[in-house]
Nanobody, 124 residues
Framework: QVQLVESGGGLVQAGGSLRLSCAAS????????TGWFRQAPGKEREFVAT????????DYADSVKGRFTISRDNAKNTVYLQMNSLNPEDTAVYYC?????????????????WGQGTQVTVSS
C-alpha cells in the first residue's frame, strides 16, 4: 500500500505558473511509477504526465508538452508537477497516482493508488 497526498493547487491567472506536489507514504516510493492526471467537470479523467521509478524517463500528454514538467525526489518520497503558461483549459482537479506494475503509465488503469486530488483553476 502507498498513500498519496497532493498539494499546491489554487487559483492563478492565465499565463501563470503553479507547482503541484504529491507526498507518498507507505511502501518504498522508488518502486512505483508515478503519474499526474486531471479531471474537469463533466469530463473523463485524462492523462497529464508520468515518470519512471528512477526518474530517468518521462512522458507527457500533447496538450501539456513543453509547458508542464514532471519530476520526483525519491529521497523525499515526493513527485512534482511544474505547470507553466497555464490557460483556462487547464482548469481541473489534478490527481497523483502510483503504479507498481510495468506499464506505459498513460492510462488510468495502469495505476492502483490515487490521491484525493487538488483543484487548479486558471482564470482568463
Amino acid at each position: 500500500q502507498v498513500q498519496l497526498v497532493e498539494s499546491g493547487g489554487g487559483l492563478v491567472q492565465a499565463g501563470g505558473s503553479l507547482r503541484l506536489s504529491c507526498a507518498a507514504s507507505g511502501r518504498t516510493f522508488s518502486n512505483y511509477r508515478t503519474g499526474w492526471f486531471r479531471q474537469a467537470p463533466g469530463k473523463e479523467r485524462e492523462f497529464v504526465a508520468t515518470i519512471s521509478r528512477g526518474g530517468s524517463s518521462t512522458d507527457y500528454a500533447d496538450s501539456v508538452k513543453g509547458r508542464f514538467t514532471i519530476s520526483r525526489d525519491n529521497a523525499k518520497n515526493t513527485v512534482y508537477l511544474q505547470m507553466n503558461s497555464l490557460n483556462p483549459e487547464d482548469t481541473a482537479v489534478y490527481y497523483c497516482a502510483a503504479a507498481n506494475i510495468y506499464a506505459s503509465g498513460r492510462h488510468v488503469y495502469d495505476y492502483g493508488y490515487w490521491g484525493q486530488g487538488t483543484q487548479v483553476t486558471v482564470s482568463s
